[in-house]
């Protein structure tokens, strides 16, 4: 018997082959709070009849189900690849690195298309039974990354889904004993795409990344149910640096409106020959929106700029994910 209350829950997540088709959990990644749901819409008869003064309850109907939600977790150095391709869209394999256990995961940003989660969570009663949700045809709408002085780095993951499943047997959850990665690992570093440098006074670093989709596909001879969404709007990232006013290189990029490629990552321990646990984040065209250094007192200058990522016509936003995973 599980414990009685959130000590006892579990997220387990698995690629789907087919938009909405179950897949049961192969990664079971440590979160910190969800909010996947069912989302159900029904109409209530307005037909009269005689001397009647309640809606009845066999003329309600239920006329479309979805489902919806978040996960928080702390990004760490294992079993990432499965939320990252779903948010990326690239189909990923990680690469072997020479001849050492260390894994290349590189996912750049494609159209999402065929990429979708079973995701299965279970949710204790307070008696210690674990009751099953699985989630199916989950869509990634948006992933956000943050990391500040003395914290972990985070991710928030928002979720479309088609419909929520509670006949599938509950998955025996495995962890693997994964680290997150942190600020004491964390770099930032702007220039030329390829060569760009560290920079100083950097105090906290955020990144989003939102997928336009259309997710109201609701076609007849479909028992209420969505087909798989598809992108219709252009990807939008956009985040913010947090800052001492130590250089004049971001107030400087502000002013001119010129791009720089930004480059955010994490570097843990040695996993083999030259190879780091690494969590990387390359915007290739940054462009400042907002932000110039203001004097509001006698303590150092703290501009926060906030930034949009764009195109720079030949390289694409991309994360990289170096592992032991030999899989996602």
Known sequence: MAIGSGLGAQIGIAAESTYGTYVAPTRFPEFTKESLVLKKTTAQSAGIAANRLLALSSRRVVTRREASGSIDLEIANKGMGLLVQALMGTSVTP?????STAYL???????????SLSIQKGVPLTTGVVTDKSFVGCKVTSGEFSCGVGEMLTGTFEFDGKDCDEAQTLAVASYSNASPFHFGQ???KTGAFGSEAALDGIRKVTCKIERGLDTERFYANASALKKEPISN??????GSLETDYVAATLDDLH???????????????????TYFETFRIT????????????VDGYGIVKPTFNYTALYDGTNLPKIEIISVDTAL
């Not at 995961?105 to 990429?115: I, P």
């Not at 002013?255 to 020959?273: H, Q």
Request: charged letters at 15%.
């Open 283 to 294: 915007l290739p065209a940054v462009k400042l929106d907002e932000g110039p250094p203001a």
């Open 186 to 188: 964390m770099a930032l």
């Open 105 to 115: 995961q590189t996912h750049t940003l494609a159209d999402t298309a065929g990429k």
């Open 255 to 273: 002013t001119s409106d010129a791009a720089t490629s930004l480059v955010w990552e994490f570097v843990g321990p040695l996993i083999a020959s």
């Open 95 to 99: 690469a072997q690195q020479a001849a």
């Open 233 to 238: 709007e252009l990807v939008k990232i956009s």
